[in-house]
């Protein structure tokens, strides 16, 4: 049965009084015409009511709020529940706190995108390590299958479907179950979007792993939606943190099945047959990342295999296959399928029929699965040969396979900037954490190969004694 999306929408606006006093000072707000704007004085329909009033342009980029205490009184609440609203609002980067000058609206135009724009540029350093590109010398020739391509296609006229038939036969073969409708992407991220822009109302909740991409928290923020954590093991979401997720009754689920970054997990077909009856009769839309599944060697797992009406499953192919193969392929609920491909006929938004179809010649050239073949052994053993290094320094990284390593460590700032010093760049784990506490954790690709890793380990078993 494919479920029945959220229709909730906010339809409530300003209070004229509380309007009048915007225009007659609107470099500052006042607390009194604040309080007018509330119903629910609780510190989430705070929040969502400024969240709303802030995309709303309503209120204004720079505007100064009232004291955390000036607000309380006027709403007649503790300020406990003004400072719980404030964090709220600072976690989603509608609004910045100073402890001398005070609390500004930041504006909607901040939050798009800021997780992943907080991770810092490419350091000037040797050996970058702080994102996990792919090895350039691990891709497979894309010249090839490209001119295949071009001699194939008649692409002087538009396409008659968007989806490439070669392509779409090549992977409804591996598809792990009987997916109800298909389309494919300009990548992975392109895709999530989407589905988000077509399930997702303001304010829904989300169930997203405790540690995941940054990108992937974005598209969350992005759309308004605010971020429940779940906790994961080596297997997966831990079954009673899902079941205390879901009891906030969420809109939709979005899972990392395998390489997930940058923890390491991989669901197991074991773990889905425990989480399966938590979710069978929920409201719920699953939506599932599979982005480096060529490189993967844990098993192919999905919820689609036990709930097909409730799952979305997402693939791309630019870390294995390369980063101008922008394609990504959506798979699932019919209903949110078809919305998204209305939506990239109305923009335009579809890959090239050409690297759609150069693609499918790769995925079934023998000389190009031999080299993802080759690739993806590699990486396995850089990763493990990172792992090894930091487990004989007392240290405790995550996870059983992907492209990077997550690592606890005492003083990470110290250590990142310790191995700066050296040369060598990490990233903080600060972006990819829901409530952006992971600055006692760091992130180390693992893609490069280097001879780095006793010094690298070295800093870090220092920085966590």
């Known amino acids: 049965m494919i479920v029945e999306l959220s229709k909730h929408r906010l339809t409530d606006t300003l209070d004229p009084v509380a309007d009048a006093a915007l225009v007659r000072r609107p470099e500052r707000l006042h607390a009194s015409a604040l309080a007018l704007m509330f119903t ?20 204004a980029q720079g505007l100064r709020l009232p004291t955390v205490r000036a ?32 609390s500004f609206v930041r504006g909607p135009g901040a939050l798009a995108g800021r997780r992943f724009a907080s991770l810092p540029p490419p350091p000037p350093v040797r050996l970058d390590l702080s994102t996990a590109y792919p090895d350039p010398a691990l891709l497979p020739d894309l010249a090839g299958p490209m001119a295949v391509a071009v001699a194939g296609t008649h692409w002087r006229t538009y396409p008659e479907d968007t989806v490439d038939g070669q392509l779409a036969a090549v992977l409804h073969a591996t598809w792990p179950f009987e997916a109800e409708d298909f389309t494919v992407t300009s990548g992975a991220h392109d895709a999530l979007h989407r589905v988000a822009g077509v399930v997702l109302h303001p304010h829904d909740r989300v169930i997203v792993e405790e540690v995941a991409a940054a990108s992937l928290l974005d598209i969350v923020e992005d759309h308004r939606a605010q971020a429940v954590p779940v906790r994961c093991d080596d297997e997966g979401p831990l079954p009673e943190s899902l079941e205390a997720a879901l009891a906030t009754r969420p809109g939709m689920l979005l899972l990392q099945t395998r390489m997930a970054s940058p923890y390491g997990h991989a669901l197991s077909r074991r773990r889905a047959r425990t989480l399966m009856p938590m979710l069978a009769d929920r409201d719920i839309v699953i939506l599932e990342q599979d982005g480096a599944h ?4 844990t098993p192919d797992v999905s919820f689609g295999e036990f709930l097909p009406g409730k799952t979305l499953l997402v693939r791309s192919w630019n870390k294995s296959h390369g980063p101008h193969l922008r394609v990504g392929a959506l798979a699932g609920i019919r209903r949110v399928v078809s919305r998204v491909r209305a939506r990239q006929m109305a923009t335009g938004g579809w890959p090239s029929v050409l690297t759609q179809r150069a693609l499918a010649q790769m995925l079934s050239d023998p000389q190009t699965r031999e080299t993802i073949h080759r690739a993806r052994v590699t990486y396995r053993q850089r990763r493990q040969l990172m792992v090894e290094a930091l487990r004989e320094q007392g240290l405790s990284p995550t996870g059983i396979a992907g492209l990077s390593v997550w690592v606890p460590v005492g003083d990470a700032a110290t250590a990142i900037r310790s191995l700066a010093a050296d040369g060598i760049g990490i990233a903080s784990g600060a972006p990819f954490t829901v409530h952006g506490d992971g600055r006692s954790h760091v992130r180390i690709a693992t893609t490069l190969r280097h001879d780095e890793h006793t010094r690298i380990a070295r800093v870090l078993g220092e920085a966590h004694r």
Do not use: F, M, N
Request: aromatic share 2%.
């Open 40 to 59: 629910d004085r609780s510190a989430r329909g705070i929040a969502d009511r400024l969240g709303d009033l802030i995309h709303s342009g309503q209120l």
């Open 71 to 102: 607000l309380a009184a006027a709403l007649h609440v503790g300020p406990t529940t003004i400072a719980s609203a404030w964090a709220r609002l600072r976690q989603r980067g509608l609004i910045h706190c100073d402890r001398r000058r005070g």
């Open 294 to 297: 060529e490189l993967a060697e």
